[in-house]
Structures are given as C-alpha cells and as structure tokens.
C-alpha cells in the first residue's frame, strides 16, 4: 500500500475527484430526503434501500435538498476562485431567489442558515452574519464544506498553500452560516481526511479506516496545536481513535442535526462498510436527519470509492444531473 507523490497525483486527474465527491453529497442526499426526520425504530421496520419518491417532502424520486444546494452553489463560486463573499452571496441567490434547487423550490433550510443568511441580507456583513453561541453548532456547514476541503487541499499538495491558509479558508466558509468554533473544527478535521484521501491512490488498495485515521490524526494534532481549539477539540474526541470508534455499538450512535453527532455518524458508517452504496444506506438508515448524515458520509464515500462505485441507477435517478456534472466540469478547469 503505497502513496501517490504529490506530483504523480496531482498530474494523473486530481482535480477529476471532485465530481466523485459532489455527486456523493447529493445522491446521499437524496436518498435521505424522503425520510428526513423519521425514527430510527421505523428505518428498521422498512429499511430504506435504494431511492424513494415522495414521503417527507412529498418530491420525486432523486430529489436533492439544502445539503447538495449549498455545495453545488459552493462549487460554482468556487469555480471563479475564492471569494467569500461571492459564496454569501450565491447562498442567498438559492435562499431567496430558488437558484441551485432540483425544482424552483427552496426548501429543507436549516433554522441556523435561515438565520445567518437574513442576518447577511440586513447588514452585509459575510464575517458575523452566522451563529456564534454554543447552541448554534447544527451540521448546516459541515454538510456543505467538501468543495472548499478540495479547492484547498489541492492548493496545498501543488505547494500554493499551506494548512494555516487552508484552516483560515475552511473557518471563514463555515462561519457564513455557523461561526462558532466547534462547527469551523468539525469541518477542519472533515479538511484533513479529504486532504488525505486526495494524496493517496484511488485503487483502493489503501484502506480507507487508515486514511480516515491518518487524516484525524493530523487533524488533532492540529488543532491540539491551537490554543483557542483545545478545549472544543474534546467534543470529538470519539473519533481520535477509529480502530476504538469502530466498536462503538449503533445504539450509541445519534444521527441528529448537531455538528459533532453528524461528524461521527459519517465516519462510523463509513469505517463499519466496504462501499458506498452500503455506508450511506447505513447512513440514511439511522434515521432523524437522514439526508444531512447521507450527505455528509456520501461525500466522503464518493471521493474514496470514486463516482464509477455509485450505483448507477441512483445516479440517472438524480434531478438536474447534467447541470451538476457541468458545474463541477467549471470547477475542475478551474483548478487546473
């Protein structure tokens, strides 16, 4: 099992990944809409196990929400280079004006987004339009971050970056919507497991419980580094350890819209499958905030086992998948 040099990697396609992980975000997504907000005890009388219609939100089959909104706009933005306030401001152009959505509808926000976007829209201000205080760490930027953690990584493995720059990227991209530090850590330490995944082979013969731990492992060494991190870095601390974590019994697993509960979510279900079809039914399967905890799982799922590894039919199934195929084509020229 060996790793890729930055410069093989970066010349043989790297930048090809991100529509890997970006259709990973919204077909988990869309898997989940259907059953958002539904019990666990019912995910377990009638599994979900392939692409629903309807249910929650009453939409068609393949149907994506704020989760995959969020991050298509993301890349879009991205695409021009980065630019936070031309991220703020593509997040309004989908909250108020329907832009990015699979329908015309803008539906499924997160009341922490809500907020932190009517805040922008008052003041203008992109660095405290979102939510500072303890209760305000929902999952509403973790789930959307994936192309930031690319764009970033990729900067930082061509040698145009470095982490400190990245982290100071991530925080302030997290901070549109949620500000407070342990909803900005929680996308940091998702930014050092994509980081990982994008320096090593995709052959899959490196497995990918060692490059989730690798990722963590610099991650927390990180921002155990930081000393304004140190004592929010405690709160996922379940996850420092994955050959532990793995063993941790789904019962003790919640699958709820808070930051840290979606953070390890994802990554038990991914060190507790072999592909992406299974983790992110497993994903879904937990029920509560299914779509957020599939998104999450997906996107990494996605960037690990590559977009070939998606089940097809869910991929044709998926509302506007030219559209998101075109805007990640915009991207991955862009970074070139």
């Known amino acids: 099992m060996t790793k890729m040099t930055i410069t093989e990697n970066t010349e043989n396609g790297m930048n090809s990944r991100i529509l890997d992980a970006v259709m990973g975000v919204v077909v988990g997504d869309a898997l989940g809409v259907p059953v958002e907000f539904c019990l666990r005890k019912?995910?377990?009388?009638?599994?979900?196990?392939?692409?629903?219609?309807?249910?929650?939100?009453?939409?068609?089959?393949?149907?994506?929400?704020?989760?995959?909104?969020?991050?298509?706009?993301?890349?879009?933005?991205?695409?021009?280079?980065?630019?936070?306030?031309?991220?703020?401001?593509?997040?309004?152009?989908?909250?108020?004006?329907?832009?990015?959505?699979?329908?015309?509808?803008?539906?499924?926000?997160?009341?922490?987004?809500?907020?932190?976007?009517?805040?922008?829209?008052?003041?203008?201000?992109?660095?405290?339009?979102?939510?500072?205080?303890?209760?305000?760490?929902?999952?509403?930027?973790?789930?959307?971050?994936?192309?930031?953690?690319?764009?970033?990584?990729?900067?930082?493995?061509?040698?145009?970056?470095?982490?400190?720059?990245?982290?100071?990227?991530?925080?302030?991209?997290?901070?549109?919507?949620?500000?407070?530090?342990?909803?900005?850590?929680?996308?940091?330490?998702?930014?050092f497991m994509v980081l990982e995944m994008l320096k090593v082979d995709v052959d899959h013969t490196f497995a990918l419980k060692e490059v989730l731990q690798e990722g963590l492992k610099k991650g927390f060494d990180y921002y155990g580094a930081q000393t304004y991190a140190v004592d929010e870095l405690s709160h996922y601390d379940r996850t420092r350890n994955l050959d532990v974590f793995i063993n941790t019994s789904r019962d003790d697993i919640k699958s709820s819209g808070y930051v840290v509960s979606t953070f390890e979510a994802a990554i038990w279900c991914l060190i507790t499958t072999s592909s992406y079809e299974e983790a992110v039914l497993k994903a879904v399967n937990l029920g509560d905030d299914t779509d957020t905890v599939a998104a999450v799982t997906g996107g990494l799922a996605g960037l690990y086992y590559g977009i070939e590894n998606i089940p097809k039919v869910w991929i044709e199934t998926i509302v506007k998948r030219d559209y998101i195929e075109e805007l990640c084509g915009k991207f991955e020229e862009a970074m070139k």
């Open 42 to 191: 019912d995910r377990d009388i009638k599994p979900v196990d392939g692409m629903w219609s309807y249910g929650t939100f009453n939409m068609p089959a393949g149907t994506w929400s704020d989760d995959s909104s969020m991050t298509i706009a993301t890349v879009d933005a991205l695409s021009r280079g980065y630019d936070l306030k031309r991220i703020a401001e593509y997040f309004v152009d989908w909250y108020k004006y329907t832009a990015y959505t699979p329908w015309g509808i803008t539906f499924d926000v997160g009341n922490g987004t809500s907020s932190a976007l009517s805040n922008y829209l008052k003041e203008g201000d992109v660095y405290s339009c979102g939510g500072s205080s303890e209760r305000e760490n929902g999952n509403g930027s973790l789930m959307r971050i994936i192309p930031v953690c690319i764009y970033c990584g990729v900067q930082v493995l061509k040698g145009l970056m470095t982490n400190d720059e990245a982290i100071k990227i991530i925080h302030e991209v997290s901070g549109i919507t949620h500000n407070h530090i342990r909803s900005k850590i929680g996308c940091g330490l998702y930014y």
